[in-house]
């Protein structure tokens, strides 16, 4: 296979020539199709894919959250609603007031024993994993802390799996709880700490004439005394109807199952999606995790810190690096979340290697291919002509067929004139041969003439020309001979550069010399002289 | 010469640069074939989802250790352990039953798991890893063959023993210190079951009718207790007990006196929270429940009490073999692909290797698996005076008793539920009479097999 060469000469291959302007004009149309596809969003880079994925991927994520805190404020309100009438029913039914109840087991107990049915049945129909309400009030004001301690309810799911309904009391009265079929939790306890509580003093300051839906409150993520569970509560505020608050209630989501509800359905291979407290950073200690459906989960630890690049968002700790999208996201007024979905550094830089290195693949195998192509249709399409050139150089255009229009027609073009070329030789050859025949007859007649000339003419005269040339100079032999060839005067004059006068002078000389009295008498010795010599003098 | 002929020099040359182009060729692949001997990638992570059962309700130290392994070996290893589901060894088998079946409502069946060898028997052996095929001989021989044979389903190593763990008596320190104060009644006293059945009818007496101890395991102290006093073959083969074995009727109506009287309860569901509402001064559980167990009493008026945690060896009868049971769950993984089953291998091997396994067991109240660990356990510093309370009376218990493996009938923790949910129902209110309380319990457990 011989490849065009692109030699540096004056003068180029046709097909080379083919070849260049075919490479050029695939070029030229790649470059404008890539320009083209890049300009219309065609030609995505991996930045534009990941964020695409991740804001699809982060759109689901916060419809599942929204949802979920919707659901969970409805209810809480309407468990708020439900707990606050059975407490001021059960005020105006014992003619109590509400600080009555501090330090009174039997009045507590007797709430509680109604709190667990209500809190049981709001806790199974609701997606979270426990259900709590608290009152300001405690059994024992009398000891340490007492402030702090507050009498309440907290029943949670023994287990994620919907399958399981057995619920477990976390705080209230063990005894209680057995009898209504709540075994106490592991880590029980008979009352809460306000402390562990962290919307607690927030909620209890709610202004009266608040909507509950508006009370509604999230905490971050805390942990559980004794339990390496952590929890989110979503709590709204017991408000009486003369505008007493009386505790909060609400429902607890815990990491394991938030972690197994909202595990993601993913293309990517490894994502967290994080739900934490809106900030600069985010400290995990304080934030949600869920990875993907595919079991994925390895969320990072210590603070996040948090930076964006373009529409991308780089997260970074001593030991991680993440790259993903954020939004925000508001409970209430107040309480706001931050929902991160992020996906190793590594996989990104790696996707961004992947995809580079498959454009330089794409480029090549397009070069080469577009080379192949152009090699290969260049000769397709020399090859005919230079078949024809050939046949033509051969002189075989005559009866020759490429099955190429124009050529054929080049070949018909050649053959006639071939044909005309013919005719013009013939034509001139018989020319020629008049021409001779002339030539022949004025020979004849040339001779005759100057034999009967040579008769009329003085033999010595005719003999001092022949001795007269033999002594004439240089200049005058030449003269004599541009006399001889026809010339004029004037042209002669002009041929050596002399003037006129010395011209005279010359043929003065040429006459005297060669014996003769005008120009005409030396022509007419001259002609006989040729005839005679063979034409030379 | 012609340009296109080789010399003999050219030729050897050729040879040799075609042997060497060979050598390197065999080398690339021999290198590629190693690194092929593993399917782990760090680039590429497996994730295993996995349930356990160490600190279901409270601190998890296993949730530490995953989370020590998923930053460590397995970030180095391409492997991630996530953990779906804590739950307790009871329920565990019936839940996994369930993710198998595909129930609706139940979380996904896990990769790893941990449970009895009855349960793994009930899923189905074929469907587990038989971890004897990914360690060798001298690996195997690292852990304690009693607890290794406790893993076996027929053939097969099924359940790979991480931790095991016995029954013990926890007792409330303040409490009992005032009784045994009044009543002379010491720890000693509670050595055998005739001075700890003594304790707790004196106990009955001076607190005004509250009960001794809550037990969590009644059945397996009536075994126990009839196997030491010569009982065998009292498994019938319908796969419940011989009702006709008079030591075990003897053994059964000896607790079910003590419960008749009120002396001692059935665990509501596990002894500790009686313990810690002060409803009892003493529960017999497992020797992980340490890890339940609160610092303080609490009362009904929310004042509390130091709990002063000791821990004493189960009671034994005063004559016999001294038997304690051997119970604890082992590590299971369900066979998906072979990449997740060498990603389970390694995860066990680390798990179980001789340091970690001590540090775990410290922590969860169980004995560890591994002979190294065993050997270090008496020079380990405990985190507090009941852990260093626990781990002498299992050292003591190892040093005296003999260890018995419970039962590995199908469906034996379903029918002893129901044993203890029918008990628990009975002994809310007594009879006067003791003999229609022991009566009626045998039938009880008679109808539950």
């Known amino acids: 296979m011989r490849f065009p060469s692109f030699r540096n000469s004056k003068t180029r291959h046709l097909r080379d020539k083919l070849f260049s302007y075919m490479l050029v004009m695939t070029i030229v149309i790649l470059i404008v199709l890539g320009l083209s596809m890049l300009m219309f969003g065609e030609f995505p880079t991996t930045e534009d894919t990941t964020v695409a994925s991740l804001n699809l991927q982060m759109e689901v994520f916060n419809r599942e959250i929204v949802a979920h805190q919707e659901e969970l404020a409805m209810r809480s309100t309407g468990l708020s609603e439900s707990l606050t009438r059975a407490i001021e029913s059960y005020l105006y039914t014992n003619s109590l007031i509400f600080d009555d109840l501090n330090d009174s087991p039997e009045h507590l107990n007797n709430l509680h024993s109604h709190f667990l049915s209500t809190v049981s049945d709001a806790l199974l129909q609701s997606d979270s994993s426990g259900a709590f309400v608290l009152l300001d009030a405690t059994v024992n004001t009398g000891l340490d802390h007492a402030s702090l301690s507050k009498s309440g309810v907290y029943l949670q799911k ?126 995990m200690s304080k934030t949600f995790c869920c990875g993907t459906e595919d079991g994925y989960f390895l969320p990072p630890s210590g603070i996040l810190h948090t930076k964006q690049e373009g529409e991308l968002c780089i997260f970074e700790n001593a030991d991680n690096k993440y790259i993903g999208v954020t939004k925000e996201f508001s409970v209430q007024e107040g309480n706001n979340f931050m929902l991160s979905l992020m996906i190793p550094y590594k996989d990104y830089k790696d996707a961004v290697a992947t995809s580079t290195s ?78 001779q025949e002339k030539m022949e007859k004025v020979q004849a007649e040339i001779d005759r003439l100057s034999y009967s000339r040579k008769k009329e003419i003085d033999p010595d005269d005719y003999e001092n020309f022949l001795i007269g040339i033999k002594s004439l100079t240089k200049t005058e032999r030449n003269i004599f001979e541009m006399y001889l060839a026809g010339k004029t005067a004037q042209e002669i004059t002009e041929t050596i550069g002399i003037k006129e006068s010395t011209l005279k002078f010359h043929n003065h000389n040429i006459y005297e010399k060669l014996g003769v009295s005008s120009r005409k008498q030396m022509l007419r010795f001259a002609a006989i002289y040729s005839s005679s010599e063979g034409g030379n003098i | 010469m012609g340009k296109g002929v080789a010399t003999p020099k050219k030729e050897i040359k050729m040879k040799k640069t075609a042997l060497l182009l060979f050598a390197a060729l065999l080398a690339i692949l021999c290198f590629v074939s190693c690194n092929k001997q593993t399917e782990l990638s760090p680039n590429s992570p497996v994730t295993l989802t996995m349930w356990h059962v160490y600190g279901e309700q409270a601190d998890s130290p296993m949730n530490r ?25 009871s329920q565990i088998g019936p ?77 409330a320190g303040g409490q009992f210190e005032r009784f045994s104060k009044d009543t002379g009644v010491t720890y000693d006293t509670l050595a055998t079951w005739d001075g700890f059945f003594t304790a707790a009818e004196k106990y009955h007496a001076w607190s005004g009718g509250k009960p001794f101890c809550a037990i969590d395991y009644l059945l397996r102290c009536v075994e126990l207790n009839a196997m030491s006093k010569g009982a065998a073959d009292f498994m019938s083969d319908n796969g419940w007990y011989d009702f006709s074995n008079e030591k075990l009727m003897a053994s059964w109506e000896e607790f079910a006196c003590a419960i008749a009287k009120g002396h001692v309860v059935v665990s509501d569901m596990y002894s500790n929270t ?146 203890y949910a029918g008990l628990r129902t009975m002994q809310k209110e007594l009879p006067a009479d003791t003999a229609t309380f022991v009566n009626e319990s045998i039938e009880l457990f008679k109808s539950v097999g």
């Open chain 2, 274 to 419: 009686q313990v810690m509402t002060g409803e009892v001064v003493c529960g017999i559980g497992s020797s992980a429940s340490i890890l339940y167990y609160n610092d303080t009493i609490t009362y009904e008026d929310n004042t509390k009490e130091t709990m002063q945690l000791s821990v004493c060896p189960l009671p034994q009868p005063i004559d016999g073999k001294k038997l304690v049971t051997q119970a604890g769950v082992g590590l299971c993984a369900y066979k998906t692909t072979s990449q997740k089953a060498e990603a389970a291998v390694v995860f066990a091997k680390w798990l179980t290797e001789s340091d970690r396994n001590l540090a775990f067991v410290a922590e969860t109240g169980y004995m560890p698996v591994h002979n190294g660990a065993f050997e270090s356990i008496g020079t380990y510093e405990f985190k507090n005076e009941a852990y260093a309370s626990l781990y002498a009376a299992l050292t003591r218990t190892k040093e005296n008793c003999t260890a018995v493996s419970e039962p590995s009938i199908g469906g034996y923790y379903n029918k002893v539920n129901a044993l």
């Open chain 2, 95 to 171: 839940q996994l039953l369930d993710a198998q079946a595909n129930v609706p409502g139940a979380i996904d069946m896990p990769d790893l798991f941990f449970c009895h060898s009855n349960n793994a028997a009930a899923l189905g052996v074929e469907n587990l890893l038989d971890w004897k095929d990914y360690f060798t001989e001298d690996e195997m021989k690292a852990y304690v063959p009693e607890f290794v044979e406790d893993g076996m389903v027929g053939d097969a190593l099924a359940v790979f023993p991480v931790s095991k763990s016995t029954h013990l008596l926890f007792v």
């Open chain 2, 65 to 89: 250790l995953v989370e020590e392994f998923n930053h460590t070996e397995g970030a180095a290893k391409g492997i991630i352990i996530n953990v779906t589901s804590m739950s307790n060894a």
């Open chain 1, 358 to 435: 498959r454009i330089v693949v794409l480029v090549i195998l397009l070069a080469v291919f577009a080379v192949s192509c152009c090699y290969f249709f260049s000769k397709q399409f020399i090859a005919p002509i230079m078949k024809g050139l050939e046949q033509i150089h051969r002189s075989e255009h005559g009866s020759a067929y490429s099955g190429i229009h124009e050529i054929d027609d080049l070949f018909a073009f050649l053959a006639e004139k071939d044909k005309d070329y013919e005719v013009t030789i013939d034509a001139l050859n018989s020319e020629k041969e008049e021409m």
């Open chain 1, 158 to 283: 023994s287990s994620p799996s919907l399958a399981d309904s057995t619920l477990l009391l976390l705080r209230g009265n063990a005894k209680l709880g057995k009898e209504n079929g709540f075994m106490p939790h592991r880590k029980w306890g008979l009352e809460f700490s306000a402390a562990d509580f962290p919307s607690y003093d927030t909620l209890l300051q709610t202004s009266s004439d608040t909507p509950l839906d508006k009370a509604y409150r999230v905490t971050e993520a805390v942990m559980i005394p004794g339990t390496s569970e952590r929890v989110m509560l979503a709590a709204v505020p017991l408000i009486g109807k003369n505008g007493d608050i009386y505790g909060i209630c609400g429902f607890e989501i815990a990491e394991t199952s938030f972690k197994i509800t909202h595990a993601q359905p993913t293309m990517l291979e490894r994502m967290i999606c994080l739900f934490s407290p809106a900030g600069e950073s985010i400290d």
